[in-house]
């Protein structure tokens, strides 16, 4: 393999693992939306490097769907969901989650399965990843309020690298890079550190929750 090509399966096997982790860490929380986001992620990376090392195209089409999934019906949407536990205190009905979940791979294969909505793809992923970064801004104002400074940065740092991220994909392409080896070097560590300091940054708001609830019952 050449350079890139060892690059890119570095930086999705990170994403890989940094996804796993967390994903399972939420879980943990009993945020089961922010969990099983993190852990679609997790199985899209682990299949880009599967299909990079072995070229598997079950593989690909399963790395392919998840992608569409995160980036359009189910990923911003979803993760707002999952954020809300700490911005406003939302919490689904009874498997409410798994509806959510369920409609939104249901809405994925339609998208994915026309090939009339090709062309529009990219212009419905930017336009859907634009009202998450809305969403990560108000994020950001919480945790200045929360006096969490260093996080509010880094989660506006995120905010600003994704919503690139979104824009690249919908409208450039790197020159000499066809295989976009060179875009998802550069994409796939940004997602890894949404998928650490999201975690941080909804623990600080988290706690935040806490300590207000204490004072409201003292």
Known sequence: MEIEQY???LSFGVLALTSSIFGIKFVLKGNYLLGAEWL????????????????????YSAAGF???FLRGCGGPGIMILGLMAV???????PYLDVYLFGGALAATAALVAFDAAAQFRPVFYLCTWSILSIYLAYFVRRLFRAGAYGHALAVGAVLAATQVVAVLYAIYTFPDDEEHLDFYILAAPVWSFLCVEMYYAYCVLERAKVGRSRKTFA
Request: proline fraction near 3%; charged fraction near 15%; hydrophobic fraction near 55%.
């Open 7 to 9: 690059l890119f399966v």
């Open 40 to 59: 679609v992620i997790a199985f899209s990376s682990i299949s880009i490097v599967v299909y990079a090392l072995g070229d598997v195209d079950a593989a």
């Open 66 to 68: 998840c992608d569409a």
């Open 87 to 93: 911005t406003h205190d939302y919490k689904p009905l």
